[in-house]
């Protein structure tokens, strides 16, 4: 069922992110809003814009491992000048190295992180992230902090996009405001 949001003060807001483990880990931490697949380091963003409504917040996943790939920074830093041109309020998620380190990172070590999920190895957590019918209940029964999400320096995209940056925190302040 699609909720209409008929209250004016409740912006639209539009996820992106490079795959389905983005996407769970959203619903899971109970974020609202849309979430398109969308990798920003390879793709003009030009067109997946013109289906959003204007003045809407977008809050992308960026895969900080991404980075290093010739002609990357160029296309992400074109993605997010064309948003904030668009007048689009943009936050940027920013994971070291990705997702998976990301959750990895916010437990005690991998270990636990392999225990939680049932699984050997890093490859094995994506899939198990993306599988599991309520990651929520799982992650809250451990020693996962949310709010430790998104908060760790990376030099390259923060001199890119320091401005933009948010954490999982910051995401629910703005929420009930």
């Known amino acids: 069922m699609r909720l209409c949001m008929t209250n004016k003060s409740l912006k639209v807001i539009y996820y992106l992110g490079e795959g389905e ?26 067109r997946l814009i013109r289906s959003f409504e204007r003045s809407s917040e977008i809050i992308i996943f960026v895969d900080a491992d991404q980075c290093n790939v010739n002609g990357c920074i160029d296309r992400f830093t074109s993605n997010i000048n064309c948003l904030i041109s668009q007048k689009f309020i943009v936050r940027v998620l920013v ?30 957590l994506k899939r198990a992230i993306t599988k599991v019918t309520n990651l929520e209940r799982l992650l809250s029964g451990s020693s996962f902090d949310a709010n430790r999400l998104w908060i760790k320096d990376h030099s390259v995209l923060d001199r890119i996009c320091s401005s933009y940056r ?6 629910i302040k703005n929420r009930f405001k």
């Open 166 to 171: 948010a954490n999982h925190s910051q995401l």
């Open 21 to 46: 483990t983005e996407n769970q880990l959203k619903r899971s931490l109970n974020l609202r809003g849309n979430f398109q697949v969308f990798n920003i380091w390879e793709k003009d963003i030009s």
């Open 95 to 124: 994971q070291v190295n990705n997702l998976e380190d990301e959750i990895i990172n916010e437990f005690v070590n991998s270990k636990t992180a392999f225990k939680v999920f049932n699984v050997r190895n890093k490859s094995e």
